[in-house]
């Protein structure tokens, strides 16, 4: 390293190098989740979907260890504490746009398929059926009186 160093560079190299070791721990964190997640319960998510978010994630952490490998080179080879070199700028946005990709397939991986069937409540009496789709945040009131079905909902907030 040169005496002539400017702290700045130096302090900058170090802030880098932090966070990218942050995106680094959320790309993993997100694999460990989502494999976590899969393995402890039947999600509906698809497996394309699954494969999608940890192929992402893994090109994250790939990109993040890429840019401290690279930049560790800087410091050691090359005594620079540039960190703005065209190559260690495009390891670092490839790794945090595919982290921020990764956290939004994340909320993808929790939607109910579109076409799922709804629980319904059936009511049979001798005359006819009574079917009523089914909401956890309601209530429900089923009155008989000589072969009438009185149905009532009301809202349990």
Known sequence: M?????????????????????FITIALGGIAFVAGLAGASATTASTVLFWAILI??????LFGLLFLMHGVHRLHVAKSYN????????TSACQIV???????????????PSGSPTRMIEIKTEKDVIAYPHSPNESYTIKIKDGEVAFSTENSF
């Open 2 to 22: 040169t005496e002539n160093t400017n702290p700045c560079e130096k302090d900058a190299t170090q802030l880098s190098f932090d966070i990218t070791r942050q």
């Open 56 to 61: 992402v994630f893994g090109l994250s952490t």
């Open 83 to 90: 960190v703005y070199a065209k190559g260690l700028r495009i």
């Open 98 to 112: 595919l982290a921020f990709f990764g956290v939004i397939l994340l909320c993808f991986f929790f939607q109910p």
